[in-house]
């Protein structure tokens, strides 16, 4: 088990150009790597489809609270894979690379002149460590999962991906955190988000009809946070309920509203029925304003979390609605392990995946498994992503990021040098994929701007 110190600040559940050593094309006991291909994929200029990165905090000032709408802080303790505790010698890779610790006697005195160098450079570039940050990770543009931006997370660098789960919960949550020790403590905090939004629109009470609700509270969240800058929204249903969104039968959804929106707490089958019914709604719209959609698929995190509730395929009927073809969905973290449900969904048109934790919890010769088999099929729908989040001093989000993009980067390289050597693709075209993965895949998934 896992102290919750370390992951205080976990999301849920997500620098100059590195141009790593490129390695000798085979070492002993690892998997075989063409040098030049990796030295050409350690100069590609990423775009992080997902992370969440942190506001410089001044000395004295309030700590950065908005890195995600569902911190992991407040739920029972729980487990974490092996690759995700400090026991990995990933992290002190990140750190020797970052900051430059120097080597100590004990683990405290190591700590503590870890410390000393990490706010060393946090001093040194203020509100710029952020894009210091991007810079050491090869990172050109971050998307940030975050409920609100900030000094240090501007545009161009850094493109805003809010939560949209609040809006799918209008009425009384009382029944629904109590499916789980976890979400009694996660409801809670999914109404505080839905009251600032409301706040942010100037409204005091919600519609008295459903229709009105997606008219007056929906649709202009949608527009407002678009004319903010933001690229996409975030769902994190799946550390709420399944993602079985099902086709809803509107006229009951309308009646559900409309019993409970003065007061009571609907049943769970009823709540099911808003909830299936309002996230084709912020789904349509998203889609028409021009706002992509990741959804949290992953095996993990937390200790009551149902895994089995974040699969995929549940989110098939969801995919499959013909009304929502011109919305975009991206399945963040690649519904690991369920790799090959992912692979289902990415015949969609509409439909993309990311490797946001993926390179996190996975040494690269086991990504690389992962990235072969996905582009021999969807080439064109696999995305690079972190999901770089801040765990403290010694998995800040700022290693995170180095560790995701490092990972990425060689299990890119070992799954092109494979399909190159087997003579399924050319040289041209393995580095034709690798800017795909690591940049150009984003831009077709995601409105940036950006040739």
Same mark, same amino acid.
């Given at each position: 088990?896992?102290?919750r110190?370390?992951?205080?600040?976990w999301?849920?559940?997500?620098?100059?150009?590195?141009?790593?050593?490129?390695?000798? @094309?085979?070492?002993?006991?690892?998997t075989? @790597?063409?040098? $030049? =291909?990796?030295?050409?994929?350690? /100069? #590609?200029?990423?775009?992080?489809?997902?992370?969440?990165p942190?506001r410089?905090?001044?000395?004295?000032?309030?700590?950065?609270?908005?890195?995600?709408a569902?911190?992991?802080?407040?739920?029972?303790?729980?487990?974490?894979?092996?690759?995700?505790?400090?026991?990995?010698p990933?992290?002190?890779?990140?750190?020797?690379?970052l900051?430059?610790?120097?080597?100590?006697?004990?683990?405290s005195?190591?700590?503590?002149?870890?410390?000393?160098?990490?706010?060393?450079?946090?001093?040194?570039?203020a509100?710029?460590?952020?894009?210091?940050?991007?810079?050491?990770?090869?990172i050109?543009?971050?998307?940030?999962?975050?409920?609100?931006?900030g000094?240090?997370?501007?545009?161009?660098?850094?493109? +805003?991906?809010?939560?949209?789960?609040?809006?799918?919960?209008? =009425?009384? !949550?009382?029944?629904?955190?109590?499916?789980?020790?976890?979400?009694?403590?996660?409801?809670?905090?999914?109404?505080?988000?839905?009251?600032? &939004?409301?706040?942010e629109?100037? #409204?005091?009470k919600?519609?008295p009809?459903?229709?009105?609700?997606?008219?007056?509270?929906?649709?202009?969240?949608?527009?407002?946070?678009?004319? *903010?800058?933001?690229? *996409?929204?975030?769902?994190?249903?799946?550390?709420?309920?399944?993602?079985?969104?099902d086709?809803?039968?509107?006229? !009951?959804?309308?009646?559900?509203?409309?019993?409970?929106?003065?007061?009571?707490?609907?049943?769970r $089958?009823? &709540?099911?029925? =808003?909830?299936?019914?309002?996230?084709?709604?912020?789904?349509?719209?998203?889609?028409?304003v021009?706002?992509?959609?990741?959804?949290?698929?992953?095996?993990?995190?937390?200790?009551? &979390?149902? /895994?089995?509730?974040?699969?995929?395929?549940l989110?098939?009927?969801?995919?499959?609605?013909?009304?929502?073809?011109?919305?975009?969905?991206?399945?963040?973290?690649?519904? +690991?392990?369920?790799?090959?449900?992912?692979q289902?969904?990415?015949?969609?048109?509409?439909?993309?995946?990311?490797? /946001?934790m993926?390179?996190? =919890?996975?040494?690269p010769?086991?990504?690389?498994?992962?990235?072969?088999?996905?582009?021999?099929? +969807?080439?064109?729908k696999?995305?690079?992503?972190?999901?770089?989040?801040?765990?403290?001093?010694?998995?800040?989000?700022?290693q995170?990021?180095? @560790?995701?993009?490092?990972?990425?980067?060689?299990?890119?390289?070992?799954?092109?040098?494979?399909?190159?050597?087997?003579?399924?693709i050319?040289?041209?075209?393995?580095?034709?994929?690798?800017?795909?993965?690591?940049?150009?895949?984003?831009?077709?998934? &995601?409105?940036?701007?950006?040739?």
């Open positions: 088990m896992i102290a110190r370390e992951f205080g600040l999301p849920c559940l997500s620098i100059a150009v590195v141009v790593i050593a490129a390695a000798p @094309v085979r070492a002993s006991g690892q075989p @790597v063409d040098s $030049a =291909l990796l030295t050409y994929i350690n /100069s #590609i200029r990423a775009i992080d489809v997902h992370a969440h942190m410089p905090v001044p000395p004295g000032a309030p700590a950065d609270t908005e890195f995600d569902l911190p992991l802080d407040g739920i029972p303790p729980f487990g974490v894979p092996h690759r995700l505790s400090l026991d990995d990933v992290w002190r890779s990140a750190q020797d690379a900051f430059h610790a120097p080597a100590a006697t004990n683990d005195v190591y700590r503590a002149g870890l410390r000393a160098a990490v706010e060393g450079k946090r001093r040194e570039h509100e710029h460590f952020p894009e210091w940050t991007l810079d050491a990770a090869g050109e543009v971050m998307l940030a999962n975050r409920i609100a931006m000094p240090g997370l501007s545009s161009p660098r850094f493109r +805003w991906v809010p939560f949209a789960d609040p809006l799918m919960y209008p =009425l009384d !949550t009382r029944g629904e955190a109590a499916r789980t020790p976890d979400t009694r403590a996660l409801y809670p905090k999914e109404a505080a988000l839905l009251r600032r &939004y409301l706040r629109l100037r #409204i005091t919600l519609a009809t459903l229709d009105a609700y997606a008219r007056t509270i929906v649709r202009p969240t949608l527009e407002r946070w678009r004319s *903010g800058g933001a690229v *996409g929204i975030k769902l994190e249903a799946a550390y709420l309920r399944p993602l079985d969104f086709d809803p039968d509107p006229a !009951t959804a309308r009646a559900v509203y409309a019993r409970y929106v003065a007061g009571g707490v609907p049943s $089958a009823e &709540y099911k029925t =808003l909830q299936d019914y309002l996230v084709r709604v912020i789904a349509k719209d998203a889609g028409s021009g706002l992509t959609i990741q959804v949290h698929t992953l095996e993990t995190f937390g200790g009551f &979390y149902r /895994s089995a509730g974040a699969a995929p395929h989110l098939e009927p969801l995919v499959n609605d013909s009304t929502l073809r011109a919305t975009k969905f991206v399945i963040v973290h690649g519904g +690991w392990p369920l790799i090959g449900e992912t289902g969904l990415l015949t969609k048109p509409n439909v993309y995946a990311d490797i /946001s993926m390179d996190i =919890l996975l040494p010769f086991q990504l690389a498994t992962v990235l072969r088999q996905w582009l021999g099929e +969807w080439p064109d696999v995305l690079f992503g972190s999901d770089a989040f801040d765990g403290g001093l010694e998995q800040g989000w700022e995170v990021a180095w @560790v995701g993009t490092t990972t990425a980067r060689r299990a890119l390289a070992m799954a092109l040098t494979g399909m190159l050597r087997d003579g399924e050319s040289r041209p075209r393995a580095e034709e994929l690798a800017r795909m993965v690591m940049r150009q895949n984003a831009l077709a998934a &995601y409105d940036l701007g950006i040739r």
